[in-house]
């Protein structure tokens, strides 16, 4: 997989901006043949993407919604891909555990751990049966592995649903060996700063805009999004402390990676990922 890493918000942005076409043409061809054929990371065999639509017929997300016959959608594979790139030799955290990229991932990696999130009034590490199994519950803001635990932490789509992005990046940090690395995957959008759409503030949740929620395999409500992050997630790293921060460009219509295909360009995700390093 094909991947080109910016450490600058303008960086990638020029290259967005070099990419729009090309993009373009490849949303089109997937909404009109529903779908793509080409490399899975995950099975590693040339395979057919199939794209599964929204149900009312409205805008269907290309990252989420073009499967493998393996079973995975865009924004899984490409993480398998990138994973692979850098493989975890040592402890390696995955802040999901019930969802189909854990089990393939855990086929890769037979010694990755998961965790879920369960609430607020649930102790960190304490151990929950849901889905047939047992779940260790972790909250992202006060996580209870000492610290220096981990070589290799992962998180997708999971930190736009954190009430304090910067807490949850400074846990990261702290469990973190040193060197050790964090990848994780949000929706990011096509701009700079983060949009916030809810805090808590004394305890209290405070809405700012209308509440949005996104899909979640532990509550059929879904789950709150606090912000939609920006770009400016590589400033947060480094504030965080870590050493190197980075944010790769995973787009690759041979793959079937593309952006999402939203209508509202400003919200037009790209295919990325960001990776950062602890201090040795």
Known sequence: MQIDWFTSVDGAMQRFDELRGQAQMAQEIAYREKKIQGWCPACRRETNMHLVETPDGGWTNLREALFCECGLNSRMRMIMGVVE???PTGRFLMFERVTPLFVRMQERYPFVEGC????????????????????RHENMLELSYPARTFQYLFHGDVLEHVPDMQVALRE??????????????CPVFNFRKHNVRAVVENGA???????????????????????????????????????TAELGLAFNPAQGILRDGNPYDDY?????????????
Do not use: S
């Not at 700012?208 to 409500?221: R, V």
């Open 172 to 185: 990261c940090y702290r469990v973190l060996e040193p060197g050790g690395t964090l990848l994780f995957t």
């Open 268 to 280: 037009n995700m790209w295919p990325i990922i960001f990776k950062a390093t602890r201090r040795r």
């Open 85 to 87: 790139k850098y493989p």
């Open 205 to 243: 949740l405070r809405h700012i805009q209308e509440p949005a929620y996104h899909g979640n395999p532990m509550d059929p409500n879904g789950a709150l999004v606090f912000a939609e992050p920006g770009l400016e997630l590589l400033d947060d790293l480094r504030r965080a402390g870590f050493a």
């Open 116 to 135: 879920e999130y369960f609430g607020d009034d649930v102790q960190p590490g304490e151990i929950r049966q849901t889905h047939g199994i047992d779940v």
